[in-house]
């Protein structure tokens, strides 16, 4: 149809708006919300209806209005989260009303605005940081004042209280950046809360011109409130002139979290006429994690399902070499242990690391990721000389330079270059705010100067715990356990401009263990930074920063 993507945009907006709000002149150890029996999740309910405890029955209006032509369309919104895996929400509508292309752009809008409902936290409001004061009767905002929350009394008597809020301008996922631009009234009559408003005191993105949303709640025969009805109308600006939508929802059934039907006054009895309907089956929160559903139904919050990042990782460790040998153009190889006094020779190995990272959640506990790039590594050392090694390299063919007055150390600073790439999985899982993780990285690390790649096993335990604004704070230990004998050759040149081989073997006792503290942190339910420092006999810094969908 011609104005289907209206229709899907209209229904985005209404059940995908969220809504926090901040609090000022509040009763002592309490807020004006409690102190009238409601709970702030109502905010939330206002902000999107399936943030919801329960399941519940929509009948829908829609209205459309454009130059003299009015389209309107009807169906029902059943929300059941218990309904049958992978299918919460089914849609109502005429049987040919909508075609193939616009249910499937229905669906993919509903998907969305659900998604982003149960991936934002409940309780959305700010009790004490919006530091801007907005004329409440002229909707135009006002001065910067200091830190001053935005919950303020618009009418207070015998039978209505009235309050008005605004939101809060952090922690919002970006596709709700317009919940920014509006304000919210709360209505409570006689003691009970009757609606809540909703409108635009700042120009709205997307064309928008005007907003108007009311959300009016009944309380049930059980306790408590829910949603019974919203209004929805607003001005769109578009090529070919402004639009009017108007959109109404009653709601014409709820069930209560175990299931008991719930009634209230002024229950609606509206649906559709039986018979020529079509019901289209929405699948939630997409493919991955597997179980992923189930796992937020019992109250697991989980990340994004797929990620990319970047990241770098400086290491500094020292060498304990145990055995070296050496040879020219794969000839017999000469055995340098009674020549270098390993014991007493200093060896340290920096690394810089820089590396991208894809990774998906295949399970609410699983990850899994591949890891590609690069890095140099500086081998700085002073090796203990003795007699026997300057007998030795005087005793060498015209490859070398005669050298006979070393030093009691023979210098050794090299620059060599490492391409790098595997993959790795996580486990993870808590309770609470407390959370573990253990993450494991097999990983392919070929020195280019060296000629040799080695396989290297990476383990990371790690403990955390989830403090206030979302950051993570971690401790653990990580194990790095890898072949020690590396056998290669280095591409040399004579004096006289002859190229040959200098054959090695080499091997070495490595650090295995090291200690590990970070930190993680999510900003605007898209992008993650996270920060690790080792520390221990093996020094460490790593830095990462992502982007999850």
């Given at each position: 149809m011609k104005h289907i993507k209206l229709f899907v945009?209209?229904?985005?907006i209404l059940i995908s708006t969220s809504q926090v709000f901040a609090q000022t002149e509040e009763p002592v150890n309490s807020n004006l919300l409690y102190e009238n029996g409601i709970s702030p999740k109502v905010l939330d309910m206002?902000?999107?209806?399936?943030?919801?405890?329960?399941?519940?029955?929509?009948?829908?209006?829609?209205?459309?209005?454009?130059?003299?032509?009015?389209?309107?369309?009807?169906?029902?919104?059943?929300?059941?989260?218990?309904?049958?895996?992978?299918?919460?929400?089914?849609?109502?509508?005429?049987?040919?009303?909508?075609?193939?292309k616009e249910k499937k752009e229905l669906k993919r809008y509903i998907e969305r605005s659900h998604y982003l409902s149960r991936s934002s936290r409940d309780y959305l409001y700010d009790e004490a940081?919006?530091?801007?004061?907005?004329?409440?009767?002229?909707?135009?905002?006002?001065?910067?004042?200091?830190?001053?929350?935005?919950?303020?009394v618009i009418k207070n008597n015998k039978d209505s209280l009235i309050l008005e809020y605004f939101y809060q301008k952090k922690d919002i996922d970006p596709y709700l950046k317009n919940v920014k631009r509006l304000k919210g009234e709360i209505f409570i009559i006689d003691g009970k809360l009757d609606k809540v408003v909703l409108t635009n005191f700042k120009p709205l993105k997307k064309k928008l011109i005007s907003y108007n949303k009311t959300v009016r709640f009944a309380k049930t025969d059980a306790g408590g409130y829910i949603i019974n009805s919203i209004n929805l109308s607003y001005k769109k600006k578009k090529k070919d002139g402004i639009i009017d939508i108007t959109m109404k929802?009653?709601?014409?059934?709820?069930?209560?979290?175990?299931?008991?039907?719930?009634?209230?006054?002024?229950?609606?009895?509206?649906?559709?006429?039986?018979?020529?309907?079509?019901?289209?089956?929405?699948?939630?929160?997409?493919?991955?994690?597997?179980?992923?559903?189930?796992a937020r139904k019992i109250g697991f919050e989980l990340p994004r399902p797929i990620g990319v990042a970047a990241f770098t990782h400086i290491q500094s460790q020292q060498m304990n070499i145990i055995k070296l040998?050496?040879?020219?153009?794969?000839?017999?190889?000469?055995?340098?242990?009674?020549?270098l006094a390993f014991d007493e020779s200093d060896v340290k190995l920096n690394s810089n690391m820089y590396l991208a990272k894809a990774d998906v959640?295949?399970?609410?506990f699983l990850n899994i990721m591949a890891i590609v790039g690069g890095g140099r590594n500086e081998l700085i050392a002073k090796l203990k000389v003795s007699q026997e090694l300057i007998d030795f390299i005087n005793s060498m063919p015209g490859y070398i330079?005669?050298?006979?007055?070393?030093?009691?150390?023979?210098p050794v600073n090299s620059m060599l270059t490492t391409e790098i790439y595997g993959g790795g999985a996580t486990l993870a899982g808590g309770v609470g705010d407390f959370n573990l993780s253990v993450n494991y990285q097999l990983m392919f690390t070929n020195t280019v100067e060296a000629n040799t790649t080695n396989l290297v096993h990476i383990i990371t335990p790690m403990a955390g715990y989830m403090a206030p604004f979302g950051l993570n704070i971690m401790a653990g230990a990580q194990g790095q356990f890898y072949q020690t004998e590396l056998n290669g050759f280095f591409k040399l040149t004579d004096g006289n401009g002859m190229p040959f081989t200098l054959d090695y073997v080499i091997d070495f006792e490595p650090m295995k263990w090291n200690g590990i503290f970070g930190l993680y942190k999510s900003?605007?339910?898209?992008?993650?930074?996270?920060?690790?420092?080792?520390?221990?006999?093996?020094?460490?810094?790593t830095a990462i920063f992502g982007y999850r969908i």
């Amino acid at each position: 149809m011609k104005h289907i993507k209206l229709f899907v945009s209209i229904f985005f907006i209404l059940i995908s708006t969220s809504q926090v709000f901040a609090q000022t002149e509040e009763p002592v150890n309490s807020n004006l919300l409690y102190e009238n029996g409601i709970s702030p999740k109502v905010l939330d309910m206002a902000a999107s209806q399936f943030m919801q405890d329960g399941s519940f029955n929509n009948y829908v209006t829609i209205t459309i209005e454009q130059n003299g032509e009015t389209k309107t369309y009807d169906l029902e919104i059943i929300y059941d989260p218990e309904y049958q895996e992978g299918m919460d929400i089914r849609v109502i509508t005429p049987t040919g009303s909508l075609t193939k292309k616009e249910k499937k752009e229905l669906k993919r809008y509903i998907e969305r605005s659900h998604y982003l409902s149960r991936s934002s936290r409940d309780y959305l409001y700010d009790e004490a940081t919006l530091k801007t004061v907005h004329n409440s009767h002229g909707g135009a905002p006002g001065n910067i004042i200091g830190d001053e929350s935005s919950l303020k009394v618009i009418k207070n008597n015998k039978d209505s209280l009235i309050l008005e809020y605004f939101y809060q301008k952090k922690d919002i996922d970006p596709y709700l950046k317009n919940v920014k631009r509006l304000k919210g009234e709360i209505f409570i009559i006689d003691g009970k809360l009757d609606k809540v408003v909703l409108t635009n005191f700042k120009p709205l993105k997307k064309k928008l011109i005007s907003y108007n949303k009311t959300v009016r709640f009944a309380k049930t025969d059980a306790g408590g409130y829910i949603i019974n009805s919203i209004n929805l109308s607003y001005k769109k600006k578009k090529k070919d002139g402004i639009i009017d939508i108007t959109m109404k929802s009653q709601t014409t059934g709820y069930k209560n979290k175990s299931g008991k039907e719930l009634n209230w006054s002024n229950k609606s009895n509206l649906t559709l006429q039986s018979g020529n309907l079509d019901t289209i089956n929405v699948k939630l929160g997409g493919p991955l994690p597997l179980l992923g559903k189930q796992a937020r139904k019992i109250g697991f919050e989980l990340p994004r399902p797929i990620g990319v990042a970047a990241f770098t990782h400086i290491q500094s460790q020292q060498m304990n070499i145990i055995k070296l040998s050496v040879g020219i153009n794969g000839g017999d190889m000469t055995d340098l242990e009674n020549i270098l006094a390993f014991d007493e020779s200093d060896v340290k190995l920096n690394s810089n690391m820089y590396l991208a990272k894809a990774d998906v959640w295949l399970f609410p506990f699983l990850n899994i990721m591949a890891i590609v790039g690069g890095g140099r590594n500086e081998l700085i050392a002073k090796l203990k000389v003795s007699q026997e090694l300057i007998d030795f390299i005087n005793s060498m063919p015209g490859y070398i330079i005669d050298w006979p007055n070393l030093p009691e150390y023979l210098p050794v600073n090299s620059m060599l270059t490492t391409e790098i790439y595997g993959g790795g999985a996580t486990l993870a899982g808590g309770v609470g705010d407390f959370n573990l993780s253990v993450n494991y990285q097999l990983m392919f690390t070929n020195t280019v100067e060296a000629n040799t790649t080695n396989l290297v096993h990476i383990i990371t335990p790690m403990a955390g715990y989830m403090a206030p604004f979302g950051l993570n704070i971690m401790a653990g230990a990580q194990g790095q356990f890898y072949q020690t004998e590396l056998n290669g050759f280095f591409k040399l040149t004579d004096g006289n401009g002859m190229p040959f081989t200098l054959d090695y073997v080499i091997d070495f006792e490595p650090m295995k263990w090291n200690g590990i503290f970070g930190l993680y942190k999510s900003f605007s339910k898209h992008w993650e930074m996270s920060v690790q420092v080792g520390f221990g006999q093996r020094t460490s810094v790593t830095a990462i920063f992502g982007y999850r969908i």
